[in-house]
């Protein structure tokens, strides 16, 4: 739970089934302005769950023409001295979703 849903908390507790249900988060500028929204997490759809794959999907196609080691690193005289397999550069479509995520989505889900 994030802080801000552990703030907006409201008593929508299921005793009988153990479940705690968390569906507002507090969105705060100042004590002025705030407000109970809804988490990010529940605001994925359809679409985002296809660009992410299609860019682990580019990344995957870019990684067949690589070689299979891949220095990422350097030392101070120029030698690679961390060296990993070429798959392990799909880590990087989360770096690329979550620019997608932080620049090209607006409040309601969609693309700008």
């Known amino acids: ?21 968390i569906d ?6 100042n004590l002025d302005n705030y407000s ?3 988490p990010m997490g529940q605001k994925m759809t359809l679409k985002d769950i296809f660009v992410f794959a299609l860019i682990t999907a580019v990344i995957f196609v870019i990684c067949l ?7 990422i690193h350097f030392n101070a005289q120029g ?12 880590i990087g479509s989360v770096i690329l979703y979550s620019v ?12 700008e």
């Open 1 to 21: 739970m994030w802080i801000g849903e552990a703030t907006a908390i409201q008593w929508n507790i299921g005793f009988n089934a153990d479940v705690v249900s």
């Open 36 to 38: 109970f929204v809804e």
């Open 100 to 111: 997608y995520w932080q620049f090209f989505r607006n409040d309601n889900g969609s693309k």
């Open 24 to 29: 507002k988060t507090l969105y705060y500028k």
């Open 65 to 71: 023409f690589l070689p299979e080691a891949i220095p």
């Open 79 to 90: 030698e690679a001295d961390i060296i990993v397999n070429k798959y392990f550069l799909l």
